[in-house]
C-alpha cells in the first residue's frame, strides 16, 4: 500500500530514469541554432571534427549531446523528419547499452539513427540487427542517406552475396542485416580455412530492432550450419509405413513438451511390424543395434502425430517447407535437423532429401553476448524485463509516448467453441466495415485464417488474407490496411515491419499505381492528387473510430498479443482492440484449469452465446505466465548446455585463428609430435616398471603406425641405464630428424601451408565429429536424473572428457598425417574450400525451425532499394528466351529479364 503511495507521489523508477536524461535534452536542444545556420557542407564536416576530438581522448559520452542535435538536424533536412524529445530519450538509452521499449509507431527506426551515429563515430563499426531482409536493405537505404549525409559508409548483409560483397559491407561504419546473417558468417568465417577469406571485423556494438523477437522468441533455437550425409530414402519411406499402420492407443503425447513415447502395447506392436519388414535385428527394439531405427521412428512419429500440415508446414511444388511459428512466413530453402524434415517428406510422399551433419553451431545467446556494447529496441519487452537482465545484463526502459494513447482496449469475449467465435467475429467484422473503419484480425494460423476467410465470405464481407501462403503480397496489403473499410487478416504481426497508417500508405500507392509513368510534372501531379487523398479517406477513417485490432485467439506470449493490439492507436490516433476466445482456443485446451468450472461452463453455455468473465481472463493471463515460463525455462537450458559448448568453441576457434595468422606453425606441429611420443611411450613403459615389463612390440607398432619411425629398441635395452625418459627422447629425436628431412625437401613457405593445411582440416573434421557425439550426450543425459544426478552437472563432465580425448586425437592424427605424407615437386594444392551445407536455426527441444528468410514478398523492394551493392539480377539468358519459363523464377518486384527496365510486375509477368 506505502508502495503505491510512493509511486504515486514519485513516480516508478523508470519515471525518474526518463526524468534524468532531461539535463541532456536541454544540452542537445541548445546547439539546434547553431546547426541550422550551418550549410550541408559545414554540418556533413561534423563528423570528421568528432572523429578528431575522440582521436585527441575525447570520450563519446562527451560528444553525445551535439552528435545527437547533428543527426537530428541531418534527418529533418535529407528525410524532412525531426527527432522528438522522447526519440531523443531512446537515442540515450540505446547509447548507453540498454533496451527502449517503444510503442508501435513512436518511430524507432529513426531513433536508432542516433546511437548509431555516434559509436560509429570510432571507425569500429555498428551492426543493426532486423528481423528480415526487407527491412535490412530498406532501412540501410531509408535512414543510410542520413549516414552518407553525414559522411560515413553504410553496408547491408542479405542472403546470396558473395564473400567480397559481405567483407565490403562489414568494412563499413555501419552494418544493416537479420540476426540470422549475422550468426551464419560469424560460423562461416570459423570454417574458413585462409584469414583473408573472413568477412567480418572484431565486433563492437549491436542494435537490435524488434529485441524481443530476437532474443527471446528466437533465442531458443541455435544456429546450425550442416552438411549432407548418406541417403537413407528407403529407411525413412518403410518407417513411415510402418507408424501409419498405428493407433492413438499404441502412444501416449505431451502437446505441451511437443513428445510423443510409444505405450507399451505400442512397442510390441511396432516390434512386429519391423521385424516382418526385416528392419528389427534381434527381438527388442531397444538393443543396441536397433539405435538407428529407434531414432527414425521416433521422429517419423513426430512427423505423422505432432506436425500438421498447413501449420507448421506446407507442401508447394512437390517440397516440404518450413512455417516461421512467429512471423506465419514461409521459410523455403530450410530445412528441420536431425532427421525430422525427412520423416515429414516420407509422411507427404514427397522426394526425401538427404540427412544434413551438424558442422558448426552457436546459440544467439552466446552470439550476441560476444559484442562489448549490446542494444535493443521493440514495443514489448518489459513482460521479459527479468530475462534480458539474467542473460544479456541488460536494463529495459519505457519510453513515454510523443501522443497519448487514444486506443480502446475492450474486455475479451468468450465463446463455447470455434465456430460460434468465428460466426460472431465475422458479424462484428461486417459491422466496422459498413461503417468505414478499418479492422485488422490477427490469427495464430494459416488454417484458422483461412477458416475465418470462409465465414467473411459468407457475410460477403471483402477482405484480404495475409499469411505464409500468400506473403509476395505483404508489405502492399499491411501497408494498406488502415484504408476506409479495409478488412486485413494477419496470420501474425510480429516483425511486418511496416506501419498501418489510416487512411493508406502514401509510398505504397505510388509504387502500385505509378509505376510505369515516368518522373516530370504529370508523376509529381499524380503524387499530390494520392495525397490529397490520403488525407481526405484518413479524416473519414478517423471519424469512423481508427483502426479496429481483432485477436482471434490468445498467443502462448503476452508480448505477441501486445504487438498485434499496438498497431492500432499509432501516434495518438484513436483506435479500438479486443480479443474473441473459445474454450477450443490451444492455450486454454493445453495450459488452461481443467475445473469443474470450466466444464460447467461448456455444458451450459447456449450455441452461439458469449460471455464475459473476469476469472476466465485471468485464466488466460495465468495460462500464458506458465507458458512464458516454460520457454523462458527452455531457453535457460539451452544457454546452460551451450555454455559448456561455447566454452570448447572459443578455444578451437581461437586456434583456427591463431593457426592462420601465424607466419610459421613448426613450433605446434613440434608439440603436437612431443605429446603424442610421450602418450606412447608412456603407454608402453609405464613409469616406476622395468624393461621386461615393457610392451615392446605393441610400442614398435604403434611408433611404426603413427609416427612412421623404426627405432632399434631392442638395442637399446641391453643398456643399462635405459629408462622411459631415455626412450622417449630418442625416439622423438628420430621423429624429428624425420619430419626435418621430408621439409628440406619443400621450400619453407610450401611446407608451412601444407602443415597449416593438415593442422586445419583435422582440427576441424575432429570438432564436427565432437558436435554429433555432444548432440547425442545431450539428447540422453537427461536419463541420468533417474539416478538422482543433476544432468547438466553430468553433461558439463562429459563434454570435458569428450574434449581432452578429442584434444588427443587431434595431436595424433596431425602427427601421422605429417609422418606419412609424401610429397612431388609440384606446385601445392590450393586450401579446400567450404563445402556445400544448410544452415538452420532449429530448437533442440521441440523441433521446430525458426530460421528467418528472405521475404519473397518483398524481394524486389530488397533489389531496387539495396544501397551500394545490387543483388544480380537473372536475365533472359540464364532463364531462356521463352517468358513462360520465367514465372516463378522472377521476383514480381524484379525488372523484367527482356531488358526493358520496368518491373517484371508490369511486363511480361503481367497476371
Given at each position: 500500500?506505502?508502495?503505491?503511495?510512493?509511486?504515486?507521489?514519485?513516480g516508478?523508477?523508470?519515471?525518474?530514469?526518463?526524468?534524468?536524461l532531461?539535463?541532456?535534452?536541454?544540452?542537445?536542444?541548445?546547439?539546434?541554432?547553431s546547426?541550422?545556420?550551418?550549410?550541408d557542407?559545414?554540418?556533413?564536416?561534423?563528423?570528421v571534427?568528432?572523429?578528431?576530438r575522440?582521436?585527441?581522448?575525447?570520450?563519446?559520452?562527451n560528444?553525445?549531446?551535439?552528435?545527437?542535435?547533428?543527426?537530428?538536424?541531418?534527418?529533418r533536412?535529407?528525410?524532412?523528419?525531426?527527432?522528438?524529445?522522447?526519440?531523443?530519450?531512446?537515442?540515450i538509452?540505446?547509447?548507453?547499452?540498454?533496451?527502449?521499449?517503444?510503442?508501435?509507431?513512436?518511430?524507432?527506426?529513426?531513433?536508432?539513427?542516433?546511437a548509431?551515429?555516434?559509436?560509429?563515430?570510432?571507425g569500429?563499426?555498428?551492426h543493426?540487427?532486423?528481423?528480415?531482409?526487407?527491412?535490412?536493405?530498406?532501412?540501410a537505404?531509408?535512414?543510410?542517406?542520413?549516414?552518407r549525409?553525414?559522411?560515413l559508409?553504410?553496408?547491408?548483409?542479405?542472403?546470396?552475396?558473395?564473400?567480397?560483397?559481405?567483407?565490403?559491407?562489414?568494412?563499413?561504419?555501419?552494418?544493416?542485416?537479420?540476426?540470422?546473417?549475422?550468426?551464419?558468417?560469424y560460423?562461416?568465417?570459423?570454417?574458413?580455412?585462409?584469414?583473408?577469406?573472413?568477412v567480418q571485423?572484431?565486433?563492437?556494438?549491436?542494435?537490435?530492432?524488434?529485441?524481443?523477437?530476437?532474443?527471446?522468441?528466437?533465442?531458443?533455437?541455435?544456429?546450425?550450419?550442416s552438411?549432407?550425409?548418406d541417403?537413407?530414402?528407403?529407411?525413412?519411406?518403410?518407417?513411415?509405413?510402418?507408424?501409419k499402420q498405428?493407433?492413438?492407443?499404441?502412444?501416449?503425447?505431451?502437446?505441451?513438451?511437443?513428445t510423443?513415447?510409444?505405450?507399451?502395447?505400442?512397442?510390441?506392436?511396432?516390434?512386429?511390424l519391423?521385424?516382418?519388414?526385416?528392419?528389427?535385428?534381434?527381438?527388442?527394439?531397444?538393443?543396441?543395434?536397433?539405435?538407428?531405427?529407434?531414432?527414425?521412428l521416433?521422429?517419423s512419429?513426430?512427423?505423422n502425430?505432432?506436425?500438421?500440415?498447413?501449420?507448421?508446414?506446407i507442401?508447394?511444388?512437390?517440397?516440404?517447407?518450413?512455417i516461421?511459428?512467429?512471423?506465419?512466413?514461409?521459410?523455403?530453402?530450410?530445412?528441420?535437423?536431425?532427421?525430422?524434415?525427412?520423416?515429414?517428406?516420407?509422411?507427404?510422399?514427397?522426394?526425401?532429401?538427404?540427412?544434413?551433419?551438424?558442422m558448426?553451431?552457436?546459440?544467439?545467446q552466446?552470439?550476441?553476448?560476444?559484442?562489448?556494447?549490446l542494444?535493443?529496441?521493440?514495443?514489448?519487452?518489459?513482460?521479459e524485463?527479468?530475462?534480458?537482465?539474467?542473460?544479456y545484463?541488460?536494463?529495459?526502459?519505457?519510453?513515454?509516448?510523443?501522443?497519448?494513447?487514444?486506443?480502446?482496449?475492450?474486455?475479451?469475449?468468450?465463446y463455447?467453441?470455434?465456430?460460434?467465435k468465428f460466426?460472431a467475429?465475422?458479424?462484428?467484422?461486417?459491422?466496422?466495415?459498413e461503417?468505414?473503419?478499418?479492422?485488422?484480425?490477427?490469427t495464430?494460423s494459416?488454417?484458422?485464417?483461412?477458416?475465418?476467410?470462409?465465414?467473411?465470405?459468407q457475410?460477403?464481407?471483402?477482405?484480404?488474407v495475409?499469411?505464409?501462403?500468400?506473403h509476395?503480397?505483404?508489405?502492399?496489403?499491411?501497408?494498406q490496411a488502415?484504408r476506409?473499410?479495409?478488412?486485413?487478416i494477419a496470420?501474425?504481426?510480429?516483425?511486418?515491419?511496416?506501419?498501418?497508417?489510416?487512411?493508406?500508405?502514401?509510398?505504397?500507392?505510388?509504387?502500385?499505381?505509378l509505376?510505369?509513368?515516368?518522373?516530370?510534372?504529370?508523376?509529381?501531379?499524380?503524387?499530390?492528387?494520392?495525397?490529397?487523398?490520403?488525407?481526405a479517406?484518413?479524416?473519414?477513417?478517423?471519424?469512423?473510430?481508427?483502426?479496429?485490432?481483432l485477436?482471434?485467439?490468445?498467443?502462448?506470449?503476452?508480448?505477441?498479443?501486445?504487438?498485434l493490439?499496438?498497431?492500432?492507436?499509432?501516434?495518438?490516433?484513436?483506435?479500438?482492440?479486443?480479443f474473441?476466445?473459445?474454450?477450443?482456443?490451444?492455450?486454454?485446451?493445453?495450459?488452461?484449469?481443467?475445473?469443474?468450472?470450466?466444464?460447467?461452463?461448456?455444458?451450459?453455455?447456449?450455441?452461439?452465446?458469449?460471455?464475459g468473465?473476469?476469472?476466465?481472463?485471468?485464466?488466460i493471463e495465468?495460462?500464458?505466465k506458465?507458458v512464458?515460463?516454460?520457454?523462458?525455462?527452455?531457453?535457460?537450458?539451452?544457454?546452460?548446455?551451450?555454455?559448456?559448448?561455447?566454452?570448447?568453441r572459443?578455444?578451437?576457434?581461437?586456434?583456427?585463428?591463431?593457426i592462420?595468422?601465424?607466419?610459421?606453425?613448426g613450433d605446434?606441429?613440434?608439440?603436437?609430435r612431443?605429446?603424442?611420443?610421450?602418450a606412447?611411450?608412456g603407454?608402453?613403459?609405464?613409469?616406476?616398471?622395468?624393461?621386461?615389463?615393457?610392451?615392446?612390440?605393441?610400442?614398435k607398432?604403434?611408433?611404426?603406425?603413427?609416427?612412421?619411425?623404426?627405432?632399434?629398441?631392442?638395442?637399446?635395452?641391453?643398456?643399462?641405464?635405459i629408462?622411459?625418459?631415455?626412450?622417449?627422447?630418442?625416439v622423438?629425436?628420430?621423429?624429428?630428424?624425420?619430419?626435418?628431412?621430408?621439409?628440406?625437401?619443400?621450400?619453407?613457405?610450401?611446407?608451412?601451408?601444407?602443415?597449416?593445411s593438415?593442422?586445419?582440416?583435422n582440427?576441424?573434421?575432429?570438432?564436427?565429429?565432437?558436435?554429433?557425439?555432444?548432440?547425442?550426450?545431450?539428447?540422453?543425459?537427461?536419463?541420468?536424473?533417474?539416478?538422482q544426478?543433476t544432468?547438466i552437472?553430468?553433461?558439463?563432465?562429459?563434454?570435458?572428457?569428450?574434449f581432452?580425448?578429442?584434444?588427443?586425437?587431434?595431436?595424433?592424427?596431425?602427427?601421422?598425417?605429417?609422418?606419412?605424407?609424401?610429397?612431388?615437386?609440384?606446385?601445392?594444392?590450393?586450401?579446400?574450400?567450404?563445402?556445400?551445407f544448410?544452415?538452420?536455426?532449429?530448437?533442440?527441444f521441440?523441433g521446430?525451425?525458426?530460421?528467418?528468410?528472405?521475404?519473397?514478398g518483398t524481394?524486389?523492394?530488397?533489389?531496387?532499394?539495396?544501397?551500394?551493392?545490387?543483388i544480380?539480377?537473372?536475365?533472359?539468358?540464364?532463364?531462356?528466351?521463352?517468358p513462360?519459363?520465367?514465372?516463378?523464377?522472377?521476383?514480381?518486384?524484379?525488372?523484367c529479364?527482356c531488358?526493358?527496365?520496368?518491373?517484371?510486375?508490369?511486363?511480361?509477368?503481367?497476371?
Amino acid at each position: 500500500m506505502f508502495g503505491n503511495f510512493a509511486k504515486s507521489l514519485f513516480g516508478s523508477s523508470n519515471d525518474r530514469y526518463v526524468r534524468s536524461l532531461n539535463p541532456i535534452l536541454a544540452k542537445i536542444a541548445s546547439f539546434e541554432s547553431s546547426l541550422q545556420a550551418m550549410d550541408d557542407a559545414t554540418l556533413s564536416n561534423q563528423t570528421v571534427l568528432f572523429r578528431e576530438r575522440l582521436a585527441s581522448g575525447e570520450k563519446l559520452d562527451n560528444l553525445l549531446p551535439e552528435a545527437f542535435a547533428t543527426v537530428r538536424e541531418a534527418a529533418r533536412r535529407v528525410l524532412g523528419q525531426r527527432h522528438y524529445d522522447v526519440q531523443m530519450i531512446g537515442g540515450i538509452v540505446l547509447h548507453r547499452g540498454e533496451i527502449a521499449e517503444m510503442r508501435t509507431g513512436e518511430g524507432k527506426t529513426l531513433v536508432a539513427t542516433l546511437a548509431t551515429y555516434l559509436n560509429a563515430l570510432p571507425g569500429d563499426g555498428v551492426h543493426v540487427i532486423t528481423v528480415n531482409d526487407y527491412l535490412a536493405a530498406r532501412d540501410a537505404d531509408w535512414m543510410g542517406r542520413v549516414y552518407r549525409f553525414l559522411g560515413l559508409t553504410v553496408g547491408v548483409i542479405v542472403p546470396n552475396l558473395s564473400d567480397e560483397q559481405r567483407r565490403q559491407a562489414y568494412a563499413a561504419d555501419i552494418t544493416y542485416g537479420t540476426n540470422n546473417e549475422f550468426g551464419f558468417d560469424y560460423l562461416r568465417d570459423n570454417m574458413k580455412y585462409d584469414r583473408t577469406s573472413m568477412v567480418q571485423r572484431p565486433f563492437a556494438m549491436a542494435i537490435v530492432d524488434e529485441v524481443d523477437s530476437v532474443l527471446i522468441d528466437e533465442a531458443r533455437t541455435p544456429l546450425i550450419i550442416s552438411g549432407p550425409t548418406d541417403d537413407k530414402s528407403d529407411l525413412y519411406m518403410q518407417v513411415d509405413a510402418i507408424v501409419k499402420q498405428i493407433t492413438p492407443d499404441d502412444y501416449e503425447k505431451d502437446e505441451k513438451q511437443k513428445t510423443i513415447v510409444l505405450t507399451e502395447e505400442g512397442t510390441e506392436r511396432v516390434e512386429r511390424l519391423l521385424e516382418a519388414a526385416g528392419l528389427l535385428e534381434g527381438a527388442n527394439l531397444y538393443d543396441f543395434e536397433n539405435t538407428q531405427v529407434v531414432h527414425h521412428l521416433n521422429q517419423s512419429l513426430r512427423a505423422n502425430v505432432m506436425f500438421k500440415r498447413d501449420i507448421d508446414y506446407i507442401v508447394k511444388d512437390g517440397k516440404v517447407i518450413i512455417i516461421d511459428e512467429f512471423t506465419g512466413r514461409m521459410m523455403d530453402g530450410r530445412r528441420w535437423s536431425d532427421g525430422l524434415h525427412q520423416a515429414v517428406e516420407a509422411k507427404e510422399g514427397v522426394q526425401i532429401e538427404p540427412e544434413n551433419q551438424t558442422m558448426a553451431s552457436i546459440t544467439f545467446q552466446n552470439y550476441f553476448r560476444m559484442y562489448p556494447k549490446l542494444a535493443g529496441m521493440t514495443g514489448t519487452a518489459a513482460t521479459e524485463a527479468a530475462e534480458f537482465f539474467d542473460i544479456y545484463k541488460m536494463n529495459v526502459v519505457t519510453i513515454p509516448t510523443n501522443n497519448p494513447i487514444r486506443r480502446v482496449d475492450e474486455e475479451d469475449e468468450f465463446y463455447k467453441d470455434t465456430h460460434d467465435k468465428f460466426r460472431a467475429i465475422a458479424k462484428r467484422i461486417r459491422q466496422h466495415a459498413e461503417k468505414g473503419q478499418p479492422v485488422l484480425v490477427g490469427t495464430v494460423s494459416i488454417e484458422k485464417s483461412e477458416l475465418l476467410s470462409d465465414f467473411l465470405k459468407q457475410e460477403g464481407v471483402d477482405h484480404s488474407v495475409l499469411n505464409a501462403r500468400y506473403h509476395e503480397q505483404e508489405a502492399h496489403i499491411v501497408a494498406q490496411a488502415g484504408r476506409l473499410g479495409a478488412v486485413t487478416i494477419a496470420t501474425n504481426m510480429a516483425g511486418r515491419g511496416t506501419d498501418i497508417q489510416l487512411g493508406g500508405n502514401l509510398e505504397f500507392r505510388v509504387e502500385d499505381e505509378l509505376a510505369g509513368m515516368p518522373d516530370g510534372p504529370d508523376r509529381d501531379a499524380a503524387i499530390e492528387q494520392i495525397r490529397g487523398e490520403i488525407a481526405a479517406e484518413k479524416a473519414k477513417v478517423l471519424e469512423a473510430g481508427g483502426l479496429f485490432v481483432l485477436g482471434t485467439e490468445r498467443h502462448e506470449s503476452r508480448r505477441i498479443d501486445n504487438q498485434l493490439r499496438g498497431r492500432s492507436g499509432r501516434q495518438g490516433d484513436p483506435g479500438l482492440s479486443r480479443f474473441y476466445l473459445s474454450l477450443d482456443d490451444d492455450l486454454l485446451r493445453i495450459f488452461g484449469p481443467d475445473t469443474l468450472f470450466a466444464r460447467m461452463m461448456r455444458n451450459n453455455i447456449e450455441d452461439g452465446e458469449a460471455i464475459g468473465s473476469k476469472w476466465l481472463t485471468k485464466a488466460i493471463e495465468t495460462a500464458q505466465k506458465k507458458v512464458e515460463a516454460r520457454n523462458y525455462d527452455i531457453r535457460k537450458q539451452v544457454v546452460e548446455y551451450d555454455d559448456v559448448m561455447n566454452d570448447q568453441r572459443k578455444v578451437i576457434y581461437e586456434q583456427r585463428a591463431d593457426i592462420m595468422d601465424a607466419e610459421t606453425v613448426g613450433d605446434v606441429v613440434e608439440d603436437m609430435r612431443a605429446e603424442t611420443v610421450n602418450a606412447i611411450v608412456g603407454e608402453a613403459c609405464p613409469v616406476g616398471s622395468y624393461p621386461e615389463q615393457w610392451n615392446i612390440d605393441g610400442m614398435k607398432a604403434r611408433l611404426a603406425d603413427v609416427l612412421n619411425v623404426h627405432p632399434a629398441i631392442e638395442d637399446w635395452l641391453k643398456e643399462d641405464a635405459i629408462d622411459p625418459e631415455m626412450v622417449t627422447e630418442r625416439v622423438r629425436a628420430e621423429a624429428d630428424a624425420m619430419i626435418a628431412a621430408k621439409a628440406a625437401e619443400l621450400e619453407s613457405e610450401t611446407w608451412t601451408q601444407v602443415e597449416k593445411s593438415i593442422l586445419l582440416q583435422n582440427l576441424d573434421h575432429h570438432w564436427k565429429e565432437h558436435l554429433a557425439t555432444l548432440d547425442a550426450l545431450r539428447q540422453v543425459v537427461h536419463l541420468r536424473a533417474y539416478a538422482q544426478k543433476t544432468p547438466i552437472n553430468e553433461y558439463k563432465q562429459e563434454a570435458f572428457a569428450l574434449f581432452q580425448r578429442m584434444l588427443d586425437n587431434i595431436r595424433e592424427d596431425v602427427t601421422k598425417t605429417i609422418a606419412h605424407a609424401e610429397f612431388r615437386l609440384q606446385a601445392p594444392p590450393p586450401l579446400p574450400d567450404l563445402p556445400d551445407f544448410i544452415t538452420t536455426h532449429f530448437d533442440p527441444f521441440s523441433g521446430e525451425d525458426n530460421s528467418a528468410d528472405v521475404d519473397a514478398g518483398t524481394l524486389g523492394l530488397i533489389q531496387t532499394q539495396m544501397p551500394p551493392m545490387q543483388i544480380p539480377q537473372p536475365t533472359a539468358a540464364d532463364l531462356g528466351e521463352d517468358p513462360e519459363n520465367w514465372r516463378g523464377q522472377v521476383s514480381r518486384n524484379s525488372p523484367c529479364p527482356c531488358g526493358s527496365g520496368r518491373k517484371y510486375k508490369h511486363c511480361h509477368g503481367t497476371v
